[in-house]
């Protein structure tokens, strides 16, 4: 499956960017990445340009429950051989829907 879903991107100190960092920042185009859904995980990655040098990111989702949900991201710059993961985020729904 592709998507063109986006993940995370770097800011300067190397972490997520803005409040909502799956969003691309103004004026660049959301770069294309492949991935889907297989066995209660979703995997995503792609290639993104990080201080003119071409890397790869990972976004996985994974822990999938009613209630909860667990984000990772991770950037190679080796072709992907070694990954250095720089965000994770479980979310844990508080409360009923309004």
């Known amino acids: 499956m592709r998507s063109s879903v986006r993940p995370a991107g770097l800011s300067g100190d190397g972490g997520p960017q803005g409040p909502n ?18 066995n209660d995980r979703c995997d995503f990655c792609g290639q993104e340009d990080h201080e003119g040098k071409a890397i790869l990111v990972r976004f996985v989702i994974s822990d ?35």
Not at 21 to 38: E, I, N, S
Request: glycine share 12%.
């Open 21 to 38: 960092p799956a969003a691309p920042q103004p004026g660049q185009a959301a770069p294309l990445v492949q991935g889907g859904f297989r």
């Open 64 to 98: 999938i429950t009613p209630n909860s949900v667990r984000f990772e991201q991770a950037y190679s710059d080796d072709g992907g051989r070694n990954w250095e993961t720089n965000w994770i985020a479980v979310d844990t729904r508080i409360g009923d829907a309004e």
